[in-house]
């Protein structure tokens, strides 16, 4: 069966440097979101990433899509206090049958 | 109205109590689904509705028992929960079935201790 990992599992750092979380799967996705879960909150979209290879920018975060259709990042240039939170990718198979969310990267930001 | 709306808040019961979760949403979604969430991890999708029919069930015990009223509503029947069902029980909606996977809007919650 499908496996989504992410990595990292914890991401510490000091305000004004950059983050990078990654979501991989052993299969071909047919699309993949992500999604932020600020602590005691909900997930709240971010994102949906469907083309192979494709790329979008919101302000300092940059999602990428990999060409195989099979990995994606999350980017945040730049952190501020306000990026704090969990980080998840969910994804669908290619048979759109099943839909799984990763463990999730969870970022601290020192100000 | 982009806002998907969960009650109780907050909920404690007892092994052999029956309660329900209720979850809501006017934004026309057609799919709607309920997650299970334990602290620091992510949430487990349980059950998925499509157009009002249930079109997911992720091998959820039976003490958990989904209902779908009509295309707004969505209710989580639970008796005889075991203290490890306690957890944060999410409702979220979308545009379209589970098999397109639009946007997830997700509610707020349900805190859920079983004593």
């Known amino acids: 069966g499908q496996q989504v990992m992410q990595i990292p599992q914890y991401q510490h750092v000091q305000e004004g440097e950059d983050f990078t979380t990654y979501c991989n799967s052993s299969t071909t996705l047919s699309n993949i979101q992500w999604y932020k879960q600020r602590p005691g909150g909900h997930p709240v979209f971010l994102i949906q990433?469907?083309?192979?290879?494709e790329v979008k920018k919101q302000k300092r975060l940059t999602f990428q899509f990999g060409e195989a259709k099979k990995n994606s990042s999350l980017h945040i240039t730049a952190t501020q206090t306000t990026d704090v939170g969990t980080y998840f990718c969910i994804t669908l198979e290619t048979s759109g049958s099943r839909l799984t969310f990763g463990e999730g990267t969870q970022l601290t930001v020192n100000p | 109205d982009t806002e998907v709306t969960q009650t109780p808040k907050h909920l404690v019961m007892g092994m052999t109590n029956k309660k329900s979760l209720k979850c809501e949403q006017h934004m026309g979604h057609r799919a709607m689904y309920w997650y299970k969430q334990k602290a620091k991890k992510p949430p487990e999708l349980m059950f998925v509705?499509?157009?009002?029919?249930?079109?997911i069930n992720e091998s959820v015990p039976s003490r958990f028992s989904p209902e779908c009223p009509n295309s707004s509503l969505l209710n989580l029947h639970l008796h005889a929960l075991q203290p490890e069902d306690s957890a944060l029980y999410l409702c979220a909606s979308s545009q379209d079935g589970v098999g397109i996977m639009g946007e997830q809007y997700f509610g707020p919650g349900t805190r859920l201790t079983v004593t």
């Open positions: 990433l469907v083309k192979s290879g």
């Open positions: 509705y499509s157009y009002e029919k249930l079109s």
